[in-house]
C-alpha cells in the first residue's frame, strides 16, 4: 500500500539550483512528491497540498483502519491544508472487479470511523477523485462514505466506477464527473445543477433522468445557469435499435421528457448519443455553444442532427461507418452538418473504421477543415479533397493504392507540363499525414502517388509519410525545387 503527497514549501534561496526565483524575496515556491512517513518525519504536514492513496488489489474494508492509523496517523496528526484527496484502485480485469463482500455491521462501522478520522484531520479538502474497482459492495460502502463526508465542502468530484452514492447533498459542487450505470440506483447524488460548470457523465443508461439536478420537485425547467462544459457518454449496450423511439420522447408536455436550458454552454461532447436524448428536444438553443464533440456509429451520430447547432465554431464529428450504413444517408448528415452547421475556425470529420467507399460526388463538405480517414484509396482521396475547398489538414492511417496504379502515378509526378494535371488541388492543405500505405509492396505506388501530390499543392508546408519512402521524397523535393518553388516550404517527417 502506497500513500503519495505533494507538498509545497517556501525554500529559502542559498545560491544553490532552484525552480523559479523571486529577486525581491530571495525565495522560491517548490513542490515535490514523497510519501507520507518522510513527510511526517520531516513535520511537513501543513504544507501538503495534495494526498493519493493506492489501494492494493482486493483491499477489504477493514483495511482500511491500517491506512488511517499506520500510514497518515489520522489519529495524531492533522493534514489541515490538503485540498485533494485521491483514492484509486489498481484497474486490473479480475475477479475483484465484479466480486460481492458480505457488508456486515461491523464492517460498517469500521469504514464509518476510518473515514471520520478523514474528515476531523483533512478538513480542506475540495477536490475528491475516486477511482477504479475494488469488492463492490466494498467500494461502494468506501467511495459512498467519503461522499458523504465531504459532500458539503466539495467542488470537484471525480467518481471512475458506477456507485450507489445515495442523495448526498452537494451544494458547492462545480465539476462533477461520474460513471454510471443501469444496476445502480440512484445513480447520482442529488445536485442543484445552478452551481455546476462542469458535467461529465461516462456509460449513461437510455432511461437516464435528469431529475437529480433539479432545485426543487416543482422546477420545470432545468436550468443549468453556470454550466460551461458537458460531457455524456452513453452506454451502447443500451442504445434501442430502431429510430421510432425518437418520437417517444418528442412530445412537449411528456411527463418522462425533461426539459432543459444551458444559456452559458460553450462545450458540448456526446457519445453514443441515443434517439431519446433530452439534449436533442430542449426547448431553448444554446447561445453560447462554441465547441461541439459528436462520436460513435452512424446511426448515433446522424441523431444528432436534431441538435440546434447555429453558432457553432469548433465542430468533431467522430463516425463509425459499418457496411449496412446508406451512402446517400452518410453523405446527407456529413453534409448537413459541414455546410450548414459549422461556419467556425475548425471543422474535423474523422472516419476511424473501416474503409472510406463514399462517391465523393455526393460530397458537399464546403466548410471542413480537416479529414481523418482509417483507410481510403489514392484516387478516391484525391477526388474528396477536390469536393472541400476550405480543408487545410488531412490525416491517412493507411492509404491504399489498386495493383495496376503504379506506372499511372509515375507517369502523373513527371508530367509537369500536363495541361490536365491528376488533381484540381486543394488550395489551403497545408498539412499532409499519411501513417502507412498498408502492405509494403504499395510504397512504390505511395511514393510516386505523394510526389504527383506535393506538385499541384501550393500551399503545403508539413508531410508526414511512412519511413521507407522519406528518403525517395527528399530526393524528389532536391531535384525539382527550382523548377517547382513552392516543394522548398515543405518540411517532411516520417511516421
Given at each position: 500500500?502506497?500513500?503519495?503527497?505533494?507538498?509545497?514549501?517556501?525554500?529559502?534561496?542559498?545560491?544553490?539550483?532552484?525552480?523559479?526565483?523571486?529577486?525581491?524575496?530571495h525565495s522560491t515556491h517548490m513542490a515535490w512528491t514523497s510519501n507520507a512517513e518522510l513527510v511526517i518525519l520531516r513535520n511537513c504536514m501543513l504544507n501538503t497540498k495534495h494526498m493519493k492513496i493506492e489501494m492494493p488489489l482486493g483491499i477489504t474494508c477493514d483495511q482500511l483502519q491500517s491506512i488511517v492509523l499506520g500510514i497518515l496517523n489520522l489519529d495524531r496528526v492533522d493534514w489541515l491544508k490538503i485540498n485533494t484527496l485521491s483514492i484509486t484502485y489498481p484497474s486490473l480485469?479480475?475477479?475483484?472487479?465484479?466480486?460481492?463482500?458480505?457488508?456486515?455491521?461491523?464492517?460498517?462501522?469500521?469504514?464509518?470511523?476510518?473515514?471520520?478520522?478523514?474528515?476531523?484531520?483533512?478538513?480542506?479538502?475540495?477536490?475528491?477523485?475516486?477511482?477504479?474497482?475494488?469488492?463492490?459492495?466494498?467500494?461502494?460502502?468506501?467511495?459512498?462514505?467519503?461522499?458523504?463526508?465531504?459532500?458539503?465542502?466539495?467542488?470537484?468530484?471525480?467518481?471512475?466506477?458506477?456507485?450507489?452514492?445515495?442523495?448526498?447533498?452537494?451544494?458547492?459542487?462545480?465539476?462533477?464527473?461520474?460513471?454510471?450505470?443501469?444496476?445502480?440506483?440512484?445513480?447520482?447524488?442529488?445536485?442543484?445543477?445552478?452551481?455546476?460548470?462542469?458535467?461529465?457523465?461516462?456509460?449513461?443508461?437510455?432511461?437516464?433522468?435528469?431529475?437529480?439536478?433539479?432545485?426543487?420537485?416543482?422546477?420545470?425547467?432545468?436550468?443549468?445557469?453556470?454550466?460551461?462544459?458537458?460531457?455524456?457518454?452513453?452506454?451502447?449496450?443500451?442504445?434501442?435499435?430502431?429510430?421510432?423511439?425518437?418520437?417517444?420522447?418528442?412530445?412537449?408536455?411528456?411527463?418522462?421528457?425533461?426539459?432543459?436550458?444551458?444559456?452559458?454552454?460553450?462545450?458540448?461532447?456526446?457519445?453514443?448519443?441515443?434517439?431519446?436524448?433530452?439534449?436533442?428536444?430542449?426547448?431553448?438553443?444554446?447561445?453560447?455553444?462554441?465547441?461541439?464533440?459528436?462520436?460513435?456509429?452512424?446511426?448515433?451520430?446522424?441523431?444528432?442532427?436534431?441538435?440546434?447547432?447555429?453558432?457553432?465554431?469548433?465542430?468533431?464529428?467522430?463516425?463509425?461507418?459499418?457496411?449496412?450504413?446508406?451512402?446517400?444517408?452518410?453523405?446527407?448528415?456529413?453534409?448537413?452538418?459541414?455546410?450548414?452547421?459549422?461556419?467556425?475556425?475548425?471543422?474535423?470529420?474523422?472516419?476511424?473504421?473501416?474503409?472510406?467507399?463514399?462517391?465523393?460526388?455526393?460530397?458537399?463538405?464546403?466548410?471542413?477543415?480537416?479529414?481523418?480517414?482509417?483507410?481510403?484509396?489514392?484516387?478516391?482521396?484525391?477526388?474528396?479533397?477536390?469536393?472541400?475547398?476550405?480543408?487545410?489538414?488531412?490525416?491517412?492511417?493507411?492509404?491504399?493504392?489498386?495493383?495496376?496504379?503504379?506506372?499511372?502515378?509515375?507517369?502523373?509526378?513527371?508530367?509537369?507540363?500536363?495541361?490536365?494535371?491528376?488533381?484540381?488541388?486543394?488550395?489551403?492543405?497545408?498539412?499532409?499525414?499519411?501513417?502507412?500505405?498498408?502492405?509494403?509492396?504499395?510504397?512504390?505506388?505511395?511514393?510516386?502517388?505523394?510526389?504527383?501530390?506535393?506538385?499541384?499543392?501550393?500551399?503545403?508546408?508539413?508531410?508526414?509519410?511512412?519511413?521507407?519512402?522519406?528518403?525517395?521524397?527528399?530526393?524528389?523535393?532536391?531535384?525539382?525545387?527550382?523548377?517547382?518553388?513552392?516543394?522548398?516550404?515543405?518540411?517532411?517527417?516520417?511516421?
Open positions: 500500500m502506497t500513500v503519495f503527497v505533494e507538498v509545497s514549501e517556501i525554500c529559502t534561496y542559498k545560491g544553490g539550483p532552484i525552480v523559479k526565483f523571486a529577486p525581491d524575496t480485469f479480475c475477479g475483484h472487479y465484479v466480486e460481492l463482500v458480505a457488508i456486515d455491521e461491523q464492517i460498517i462501522a469500521d469504514v464509518k470511523r476510518a473515514v471520520q478520522y478523514f474528515g476531523q484531520n483533512m478538513r480542506s479538502i475540495a477536490e475528491l477523485n475516486l477511482k477504479g474497482p475494488t469488492n463492490r459492495n466494498a467500494r461502494d460502502l468506501i467511495y459512498a462514505s467519503f461522499v458523504s463526508t465531504y459532500g458539503g465542502q466539495l467542488q470537484v468530484l471525480r467518481v471512475g466506477a458506477p456507485v450507489a452514492l445515495g442523495f448526498s447533498h452537494l451544494p458547492k459542487i462545480k465539476v462533477l464527473d461520474l460513471a454510471l450505470s443501469l444496476t445502480v440506483a440512484p445513480v447520482i447524488p442529488s445536485v442543484c445543477g445552478e452551481t455546476l460548470k462542469v458535467l461529465k457523465l461516462n456509460n449513461v443508461p437510455r432511461n437516464f433522468a435528469w431529475h437529480y439536478f433539479r432545485y426543487d420537485i416543482y422546477t420545470r425547467p432545468i436550468v443549468f445557469r453556470r454550466l460551461t462544459i458537458l460531457h455524456l457518454s452513453y452506454d451502447s449496450d443500451n442504445n434501442p435499435a430502431t429510430a421510432a423511439n425518437i418520437h417517444s420522447r418528442a412530445a412537449s408536455g411528456a411527463p418522462n421528457c425533461d426539459q432543459l436550458v444551458f444559456p452559458v454552454l460553450k462545450q458540448l461532447s456526446i457519445r453514443n448519443c441515443t434517439p431519446d436524448c433530452d439534449l436533442l428536444y430542449a426547448e431553448a438553443p444554446f447561445p453560447e455553444l462554441k465547441s461541439v464533440h459528436l462520436s460513435g456509429l452512424f446511426n448515433e451520430i446522424s441523431h444528432c442532427s436534431h441538435l440546434k447547432l447555429s453558432w457553432v465554431k469548433d465542430l468533431h464529428v467522430d463516425v463509425h461507418l459499418s457496411d449496412t450504413d446508406e451512402e446517400a444517408k452518410v453523405c446527407n448528415i456529413t453534409n448537413y452538418f459541414f455546410s450548414r452547421v459549422c461556419i467556425g475556425r475548425t471543422a474535423t470529420l474523422r472516419f476511424s473504421r473501416g474503409q472510406f467507399t463514399l462517391d465523393p460526388e455526393l460530397i458537399r463538405w464546403i466548410n471542413l477543415t480537416r479529414l481523418e480517414v482509417h483507410l481510403i484509396h489514392y484516387r478516391a482521396l484525391c477526388r474528396v479533397i477536390d469536393r472541400c475547398p476550405n480543408i487545410t489538414s488531412v490525416l491517412i492511417s493507411n492509404l491504399e493504392f489498386g495493383a495496376d496504379t503504379v506506372e499511372s502515378l509515375a507517369a502523373d509526378a513527371f508530367l509537369f507540363a500536363s495541361a490536365d494535371p491528376l488533381v484540381p488541388w486543394g488550395a489551403k492543405l497545408t498539412e499532409f499525414d499519411i501513417v502507412s500505405f498498408g502492405m509494403e509492396r504499395f510504397c512504390d505506388a505511395g511514393a510516386y502517388g505523394i510526389q504527383a501530390f506535393i506538385l499541384n499543392t501550393g500551399a503545403l508546408m508539413y508531410l508526414t509519410v511512412p519511413e521507407p519512402v522519406e528518403p525517395r521524397i527528399y530526393a524528389f523535393i532536391s531535384l525539382f525545387k527550382e523548377s517547382y518553388p513552392h516543394l522548398a516550404n515543405i518540411a517532411v517527417d516520417s511516421s
